[in-house]
């Protein structure tokens, strides 16, 4: 009688530690991400990366987890993995971090309505209310960077190596190339995009033929830029960045970088979800709402009176581009209506 006593007791606290656990579990906030380059790219995939840390520093680790496969950049892959993951209904949210995987998404998410999806950079939602969207205003802190690659610049002449003329990279490459000629109407920009967002020979081939050309500053956008940024030290040139800070990497050639904070994005979408709404909406990253932010490079070889220099300039410019007084971006011609 006693042994059935204590069986039922261990049975009982069995039991309960069971609940326990579970009801914990369901404390956990759980995402998971594929994306198209390694976490430690310096560039697109490390921006969400290290967001998804700062995320977790804030609310703790036993409050919010993620899974992420990176170096996905073949789609059917990825297809495959966002699929099993929906199915699954072990995760808050799914992120697509890549404008590759839109129509993955917008096939998916009829088919699990129940889950949330999130994809960019764009702000297509496909009308879906499981879906967010979310973007990067890169054309502002490019055209910080190119404000300040254009004073610097003792040649007057900048190389641009770009990935594939879409998205965020076009974005930064138009407003790098209008805050430079804003700052300097006879600086010569040049910009040369290699049809790639990973090919770091070709990203290396097309800097050193900038240097050729007499560019004394380098920039340029996506995983790919390791290359460049290589051919910057080698003929000590100045490089900015865009997307993630690549300060270690670029060491004294580095000036400023424009940073990613997808945080202020999925802070967002946290907070939505724990009040039911799954999607049907839009972000945009921006220096108004913290979600870029213009960095100089504490490892820059500058001298400490130019640092200060063009931490005041930046400081500068990103207050006229939040009130509106330096536009970025010229505004896109009004088509002609047909007659």
């Known amino acids: 009688m006693k042994n059935m006593v204590r069986f039922g007791l261990l049975l009982v606290v069995v039991l309960m530690m ?12 759980r995402v998971a991400v594929v994306a198209p380059s390694a976490t430690n790219d310096l560039a697109f995939s490390q921006s969400m990366y290290d967001a998804l840390l700062r995320v977790q520093a804030e609310m703790g680790e036993d409050a919010f987890q993620f899974d992420f496969q990176e170096g996905t950049f073949v ?30 998404i917008e096939e998916l998410a009829p088919e699990f309505p129940e889950v949330s999806f999130a994809w960019g950079t764009d702000v297509n939602t496909f009308g879906l209310d499981n879906v967010y969207a979310y973007t990067a205003a890169a054309a502002e802190g490019g055209y910080v960077n190119g404000a ?29 190339v209008n805050g430079a000629l804003a700052t300097d109407p006879e600086a010569t920009v040049n910009v040369t995009y290699i049809g790639s967002f990973s090919d770091v020979p070709l990203a290396t081939e097309a800097a050193n033929a900038h240097v050729q050309n007499g560019a004394d500053v380098l920039t340029g956008s996506a995983q790919m830029v390791v290359g460049a940024i290589g051919v910057a030290q080698e003929n000590e040139l100045l490089w900015f960045g865009t997307q993630s800070s690549q300060a270690d990497l670029a060491a004294e050639a ?34 108004e709402n913290g979600g870029l932010t213009v960095d100089i490079s504490e490892s820059t070889g500058l001298d400490e009176e130019t640092v200060t220099a063009i931490s005041a300039q930046i400081d500068e410019l990103i207050t006229g581009i939040i009130a509106g ?14 007659s």
């Open 18 to 29: 069971g609940v326990l656990s579970v009801s914990a579990q369901d404390d956990v906030f």
């Open 75 to 104: 789609v059917d892959d990825a297809a495959v993995a966002l699929r099993d993951w929906a199915a699954s209904g072990e995760y808050d949210l799914i992120i697509a971090h890549g404008s590759q995987y839109g129509s993955i």
């Open 254 to 287: 580095g000036v400023s970088f424009q940073v990613y904070h997808w945080e202020v994005v999925l802070n967002d979408i946290i907070a939505n979800l724990e009040e039911g709404v799954l999607g049907g909406e839009a972000y945009t990253l921006t220096l």
């Open 148 to 176: 300040v690659a254009a004073t610097l610049s003792e040649s007057g002449i900048i190389g641009v190596v770009g990935p594939i003329e879409v998205g965020d990279a076009k974005a930064y490459v138009d407003g790098f």
């Open 325 to 338: 007084d330096i536009v970025v971006l010229p505004p896109e011609p009004e088509a002609t209506p047909a």
